[in-house]
C-alpha cells in the first residue's frame, strides 16, 4: 500500500460521502450529484517555513471533520481511493461535535 506525505503547510483530506439524496421523490445519479466539501484530514506537513528557516504547525491534525471550498485543492487518486491535497489556508473551518446531554 502506498502512501503520501504532504510537504510544508499541505494537508491531505478524504472526502466524506453523504447519503443519497431524495428531493421531490426523485433520485439524483451520482454524475448530476455535488461533490462534498466536507472531509476528513487524512495526514498533515510539517508547517508553515517562515525565512529564518523556523516552522509554524498547523491548526488542523489528521483525524479532524473539516469544512473546505468548492474548487479547493488538487483531486489525487491513490489505491483507488481518491484525495484532496491541499493548503490549509483552504480549510474553511474544522467541524467540532458539541458535548450531548448539557443544558444551559
Do not use: N
Amino acid at each position: 500500500m502506498a502512501s503520501i506525505r504532504p510537504l510544508h503547510d499541505r494537508v491531505i483530506i478524504k472526502r466524506i460521502e453523504e447519503g443519497e439524496q431524495v428531493r421531490g421523490g426523485i433520485i439524483i445519479p451520482d454524475a448530476a450529484r455535488e461533490k462534498p466539501q466536507e472531509g476528513e484530514v487524512i495526514a498533515i506537513g510539517k508547517g508553515k517555513r517562515l525565512d529564518s528557516g523556523e516552522y509554524i504547525g498547523l491548526d488542523v491534525q489528521a483525524g479532524d471533520r473539516v469544512l473546505f471550498g468548492k474548487y479547493a485543492g488538487t483531486e489525487v487518486k491513490l489505491d483507488g481511493d481518491e484525495y484532496l491535497i491541499m493548503r490549509e489556508d483552504d480549510i474553511l473551518g474544522v467541524i467540532e461535535k458539541a458535548a450531548k446531554g448539557k443544558g444551559k
